[in-house]
């Protein structure tokens, strides 16, 4: 039994080791909260840059050049679209110029795709295509493009359409488990890229989601 859980120790190390820890967030923060949380073993900061209302987060730049400031590796924006305003090219064009106007430099644009029959359409090709049109919106402005979603979510909106697998993913399960052992390939993706394994993170004057990635 002792050797076992030796073992399990040592593993887990490897796990830790190995891989890097994010969080995500989608309100205002200080270049301070980052530093706190850098001094905690972050090193990803992904901030949401656009809101599901349409319109352009407006803590997104604050937060992105507080976060470099803070000390992260890494810092990355997501939009959470708004389907029903239309315009998919539009809204990720507007997000992005909206961050360069105010010099906010991020590393990939992360599109959520989460939310069916509450942000999307019941039409799932209908659904392709406006996910088609952020891309092209992205691609227009020679961003690197991520997708966040999950089985549970990416099937019901998009059906078996494997157009974003070309695209790193960044999936959710709030399994406490910071690691890729629990990934069963969707949507044309065979492995991922990040994975969102916590959603009551609560420290540094902020809330946040805990992320994995290698």
Aim: aromatic fraction near 14%.
């Amino acid at each position: 039994m002792m050797l076992k859980s030796v073992l399990f120790i040592v593993l887990c190390s490897i796990i830790i080791i190995e891989g890097k820890l994010g969080v995500d967030i989608s309100s205002s923060s200080t270049e301070s909260d980052w530093k706190c949380l850098k001094g905690k073993g972050y090193e990803l900061a992904v901030i949401r840059c656009w809101e599901s209302i349409g319109q352009p987060d407006p803590n997104a730049a604050a937060s992105v050049i507080g976060a470099w400031a803070g000390g992260m590796k890494y810092v990355d924006v997501y939009i959470f679209p708004c389907y029903s305003c239309g315009n998919g090219y539009g809204q990720v064009q507007s997000a992005i110029k909206d961050l360069q106007s105010k010099k906010a430099k991020f590393g990939t644009v992360w599109f959520d795709i989460e939310g069916p029959g509450i942000y999307w359409s019941s039409s799932q090709s209908d659904n392709q295509k406006f996910f088609e049109d952020m891309v092209s919106g992205a691609e227009k402005l020679g961003v690197s493009i991520g997708i966040y979603t999950s089985e549970s979510q990416w099937v019901p909106i998009m059906g078996d359409y494997t157009g974003g697998s070309a695209y790193k993913l960044w999936y959710a399960h709030y399994d406490d488990n910071p690691s890729f052992s629990d990934f069963t390939p969707f949507g044309g993706w065979k492995s991922p890229h990040m994975k969102q394994w916590d959603d009551n993170g609560n420290d540094c004057g902020l809330g946040y989601d805990k992320n994995y990635f290698e």
